[in-house]
T-cell receptor, first 114, second 112 residues
């Protein structure tokens, strides 16, 4: 299955600033997915990123707050903009691993906004 | 967004005991996946299920795709300390290709 490198692994940021999270995959994939995991909670899909087109956002998430880039088939970025303490979460990227491999996840970015 | 109902929410068990957890949904799913998440890590796939009624094992783990396509269970036999973690079910609802919906999670703690 695919191997995902995600960085940074953690960061502490001031409110009002923005953080860009990078996700690198070791193979070409059509779709990449970004999730948020709030403290003690499950994973919620933020958006699906396709190469060459705008990301598709889930209900409750908007492009101005979470702009996504997908410049090629192995890389994507998620920016958390104008951060507030409520944005403190783990952000994870994921790709389809193929049949019998489900979806593979990066190790996540633990964001704390102070 | 939709979340799957997963139970129990948490479990304290003795080492060596068997564990069972399940997920239910009000809608039909095409795929069921079971993941384990350790602290500071992303979820790691344990078992993938693709057909209604399918029963699949991975070592001490066994999972089944419910015949109604609205539920799934995961069993862990003879638990060991490294089984500690959070277990999530996840599924692809029918008609939503490539989107995963996650369960609320089961936190497993094993007492020696």
């Amino acid at each position: 299955s695919a191997v995902i490198s995600q960085k940074p692994s953690r960061d502490i940021c001031q409110r009002g600033t923005s953080l860009t999270i990078q996700c690198q995959v070791d193979s070409q994939v059509t779709m990449m997915f970004w999730y948020r995991q709030q403290p003690g909670q499950s994973l919620t899909l933020i958006a699906t990123a396709n190469q060459g087109s705008e990301a598709t956002y889930e209900s409750g998430f908007v492009i101005d707050k979470f702009p996504i880039s997908r410049p090629n088939l192995t890389f994507s970025t998620l920016t958390v903009s104008n951060m507030s303490p409520e944005d403190s979460s783990i952000y994870l990227c994921s790709v389809e691993g193929g049949i019998n491999y489900g979806y593979t996840f990066g190790s996540g970015t633990r964001l704390t906004v102070v | 967004g939709q979340q799957l109902n997963q139970s129990p929410q948490s479990m304290f068990i003795q080492e060596g005991e068997d564990v069972s957890m399940n997920c239910t949904s009000s809608s039909i799913f095409n795929t069921w996946l079971w993941y384990k998440q350790d602290p500071g890590e992303g979820p790691v796939l344990l078992i993938a299920l693709y057909k209604a009624g399918e029963l699949t094992s991975n070592g001490r783990l066994t999972a089944q795709f419910g015949i109604t396509r609205k539920d799934s269970f995961l069993n862990i036999s003879a638990s060991i300390p490294s089984d500690v973690g959070i277990y999530f079910c996840a599924g692809q609802p029918a008609g939503t290709a490539s989107k995963l919906t996650f369960g609320t999670g089961t936190r497993l703690q094993v007492m020696l």
